[in-house]
């Protein structure tokens, strides 16, 4: 089971029908898919790629000393403490993330773009008027949206018996996910069916998701995905990750239209910045509770 890879350049052809539906199935049906012929250009990904690659040099060392790295290194004396002894409860860490993490002020207007783009295909395909999503996370223009980009690094992990995961499962709270991972070390897995598939590397793809923004305007009908990264004992992974939200003081809710499908459950009004409250504290735990604790706000 692969998730779907969509080349994006057929959306402006004769093939823009077919292409519009292979998006509206990845955000129905996958909640993620991967962009081909995006509009980004090849070079200023390679750019990118090799950004990521001198600040992790120059990071290598800082995250020794980080505080995954320490958990780590404590739990294994525990266990040395107790070499030859019969331990049928071996500790695991599984409530911290072997990642390492800073920001990037580059790269940002293209995905940006294409972030816009990719928003205006699932209104048309949500039978929405152009702008929607834009509006409902602008408070029709009165405040910026949030954007940013996230560069993780997950270093090869020593102790794969102790440490499984690179990210915990969660779903992004926000709108929508762009991901431009790794072209050879893997990891990345979205819960589907019951069953983690992996969203296989592909070269100069970018990831696409969908936050629990996008499920409550579309009032149910694109779903926010449970992902996770598996910790790996060789390679290290890149992942450059844009978030496109709503501004913290725009208010969220289903969009009205009848389109959107009524019967697929209510969702609240709220604040994004009251979700957001909610969302860090809660952000491994079901998402549910968290509309229901926002709901609760109002």
């Not at 129905?28 to 750019?47: D, K, T, Y």
């Not at 500790?91 to 800073?102: P, S, T």
């Not at 940002?108 to 409902?136: I, Q, S």
Request: hydrophobic share 35%; glycine share 8%; aromatic share 10%.
């Amino acid at each position: 089971m692969a998730i779907p890879v969509i080349d994006f350049s057929k959306l402006e052809g004769k093939e823009r029908a077919e292409t519009l539906a292979q998006i509206d199935n990845g955000c129905q049906q996958w909640g993620f898919f991967q962009l081909v012929n995006h509009g980004i250009p090849v070079e200023l990904l390679e750019r990118v790629k090799k950004v990521c690659t001198v600040c992790y040099r120059h990071r290598a060392e800082a995250f020794k000393a980080s505080r995954p790295v320490q958990l780590l290194d404590q739990l294994v004396r525990e266990e040395e403490e107790v070499a030859g002894e019969v331990n049928n409860n071996k500790k695991k860490l599984d409530d911290v993330d072997w990642e390492d993490v800073f920001t990037m002020r580059e790269y940002r207007a293209e995905v940006k773009k294409l972030a816009e783009k990719l928003m205006e295909t699932m209104e048309e395909n949500l039978g929405l008027e152009k702008g929607t999503f834009k509006n409902k996370f602008t408070g029709n223009g009165e405040h910026e949206p949030f954007f940013g980009t996230k560069v993780s690094h997950y270093p090869p992990c020593p102790r794969l018996d102790l440490v499984e995961l690179g990210l915990r499962p969660h779903t992004d709270a926000g709108g929508v996910i762009l991901l431009f991972q790794d072209d050879r070390v893997g990891g990345l897995q979205i819960l589907k069916d019951g069953e983690w598939v992996d969203v296989q590397p592909l070269a100069n793809a970018i990831v696409i998701n969908t936050g629990d923004q996008i499920e409550v305007v579309s009032n149910g009908r694109y779903k926010s995905v449970w992902h996770r990264v598996l910790a790996t004992g060789n390679g290290n992974r890149r992942s450059v990750a844009s978030f496109y939200n709503p501004s913290v003081k725009a208010v969220i809710c289903p969009a009205s239209a009848s389109a959107v499908d009524e019967t697929t459950g209510a969702y609240p009004e709220f604040l994004f910045g009251d979700y957001m409250d909610v969302y860090v504290k809660q952000k491994y735990m079901p998402k549910e509770p968290r509309f229901e604790a926002v709901k609760a706000i109002n």
